[in-house]
């Protein structure tokens, strides 16, 4: 059955069963710098995606039912993260990658750098565009999260003391702002993203104004308790030093505003996490990817990439 593209990317998404677990625990490394301001990032908004994509998203396309075949066959039944991931690919990130090409979102392997010292969980890149690995390059980078609050996140980073936030009760719900902040800065992405059983946080990366850190990276006010300390994930954060020498990580850009917007899983009509990560993706290819200060509008073309 053939339908607009605008409603293929709008149709619901699968309706997430998952108990309700133990304390999720996420990925913690020393590697991560604090995550300095947090912003909504307003402008990426429905009307504005809309008006810059509205045409391509008038186009017809065929539609199949991933929605309901995850549901007849119990995917979206969520009990831990690798189930999450599972459901997300299925559900969500095949079928965007489907109508993207020559672009795609699949697993982070395929554009994975092999000295990076990380692996993101999700990668979408141009099938011709490659890296020094002969990888696809990384046009937008994501994680997976289950059980994460994206909104006491937020809240820890806007109520710090002193610039810090190392001493608050909640601290470690930052952790995945801290990671894939990092995977931006390593592969020089503006744009990166979160998904949760609830909701899809997509993000633009901006440099401080001083961008690169020459001195030594302040040291943390305390280490994270025993439980947060090198969990096991499925994005493997690796420590070893010969992945990043000493020289090499204090040179790392230094992000200084994250500008965030939180979809909803729940969303049928106007900005959905497909739209959203559509969307996403082709301002990546179009406006390019690398990390400045600041950004032309999404709906101006004066600095855009042909």
């Not at 017809?60 to 189930?83: P, S």
């Not at 505003?257 to 959905?272: D, Q």
Request: glycine share 6%; hydrophobic share 35%.
């Amino acid at each position: 059955m053939s339908r607009t593209l605008l409603d293929y990317l709008t149709k619901r998404n699968p309706k997430i069963i998952a108990p309700t677990p133990e304390q999720s625990t996420f990925t913690y490394s020393e590697d991560w710098e604090t995550v300095e301001e947090l912003e909504e990032w307003s402008e990426f908004n429905y009307e504005t995606l809309i008006s810059r994509f509205g045409d391509d998203l008038r186009h017809q396309v065929f539609q199949f039912d991933a929605t309901n075949r995850c549901e007849q066959g119990g995917y979206n039944q969520i009990y831990d993260e690798r189930g999450l991931c599972d459901l997300v690919c299925m559900a969500i990130t095949a079928p965007v990658s489907a109508v993207l090409g020559p672009l795609f979102i699949t697993s982070g392997g395929r554009v994975r750098l092999e000295n990076a010292g990380c692996s993101p969980d999700w990668g979408a890149g141009h099938e011709k565009r490659l890296n020094a690995n002969g990888r696809a390059k990384a046009l937008v980078l994501g994680d997976t999260k289950f059980k994460w609050t994206p909104a006491s996140a937020v809240d820890t980073v806007r109520n710090k003391v002193d610039y810090s936030y190392e001493d608050g009760p909640m601290r470690d719900d930052v952790r995945p702002f801290e990671q894939v902040q990092y995977y931006g800065a390593v592969y020089g992405c503006r744009h990166v993203f979160i998904i949760t059983e609830k909701e899809l946080v997509v993000m633009q990366l901006h440099l401080a104004p001083d961008p690169v850190r020459t001195s030594p990276r302040p040291v943390r006010t305390r280490p994270p308790p025993p439980s947060y300390q090198r969990v096991i994930s499925s994005s493997t954060i690796s420590g070893q030093p010969t992945d990043m020498s000493i020289d090499e990580s204090d040179l790392k850009p230094r992000i200084g505003l994250v500008k965030y917007k939180s979809i909803p899983w729940s969303a049928e009509s106007g900005l959905t996490i497909k739209l959203a990560l559509y969307c996403l993706l082709r301002l990546a290819d179009e406006d390019g990817n690398d990390l400045k200060v600041e950004y032309p509008p999404l709906t101006g073309d004066s600095m855009r990439v042909t």
